[in-house]
């Protein structure tokens, strides 16, 4: 394994499984100093355990404002800044045009939009000169899906905000480079979509949502 990213500081938000802990792991593997969140502390523990003695968990809710300035007010203390910033947190669930609620619609766009937004725009004064914005973006941005409308709203906001900030950040010294990961699928043998995720350049991009969705 290539150390590509020895000596550097990553933040893989929504850190503790799926997507976000592949990633971290591979981070990790490549010579990063990795620091995940996520809600739920046990999953944190697990996924520390996981990536091994170069990761650091903090807990912390992706939707709430208050949770990322303290996030990253603890990356500040312990690290000084960030070189890569993966901002992973996602949340979706079930919703048909006809019973979808107000409650499922805030809950989606306050993490998946909201939390994404804000995420990016606090993390601007510790990011490195060259450092790498990575967004996970999904093929549900440009296609319809059955009941997951809200979710795939979402994702054409990411989309929407990947072209926009490049222009926004364009010009400006020491800004860093933004990328939309979009997801790839791979299959199986037997045809049936994998349920890991599979590894892409740098990091393990894969839209699990999608997938369980789709079969």
């Given amino acids: 394994m290539s150390k590509k990213l020895e000596g550097k500081i990553a933040v893989v938000t929504g850190g503790s499984a799926g997507i976000g802990l592949g990633t971290a792991k591979r981070f990790a593997e490549e010579g990063a100093r990795v620091f995940i969140t996520?809600?739920?502390?046990?999953?944190l523990d697990?996924?520390?355990?996981?990536?091994?003695?170069?990761?650091?968990?903090?807990p912390g809710d992706a939707s709430k404002l208050a949770d990322i300035d303290r996030i990253y007010a603890k990356v500040t203390a312990l690290a000084g800044r960030?070189?890569?910033?993966?901002?992973?947190?996602?949340?979706?669930?079930?919703?048909?045009?006809?019973?979808?609620?107000?409650?499922?619609?805030?809950?989606?766009?306050?993490?998946?939009?909201?939390?994404?937004?804000?995420?990016?725009?606090?993390a601007l004064p510790l990011l490195s000169k060259d450092a790498s914005v990575i967004l996970t973006g999904s093929i549900a941005s440009s296609i319809g899906i059955p009941s997951f409308s809200v979710y795939n709203a979402t994702k054409a906001?990411?989309?929407?905000?990947?072209?926009?900030?490049?222009?926004?950040?364009?010009?400006?010294?020491?800004?860093?480079?933004?990328?939309?990961?979009?997801v790839r699928h791979r299959r199986r043998a037997d045809g049936r979509r994998r349920r890991r995720p599979v590894l892409i350049g740098r990091a393990a991009f894969r839209d699990r949502w999608l997938a369980e969705a789709a079969e």
Avoid: C, M
């Fill in 38 to 43: 996520g809600r739920r502390q046990a999953e």
């Fill in 46 to 58: 697990k996924a520390v355990a996981a990536i091994g003695s170069n990761a650091t968990a903090i």
């Fill in 82 to 122: 960030i070189d890569v910033l993966f901002v992973n947190a996602g949340f979706y669930e079930v919703g048909t045009l006809g019973e979808i609620t107000e409650e499922h619609f805030d809950k989606t766009f306050n993490t998946n939009v909201r939390g994404l937004l804000f995420a990016v725009q606090k």
């Fill in 157 to 182: 906001a990411v989309r929407s905000f990947a072209r926009s900030w490049i222009l926004d950040l364009k010009g400006r010294g020491g800004i860093p480079r933004l990328r939309r990961q979009r």
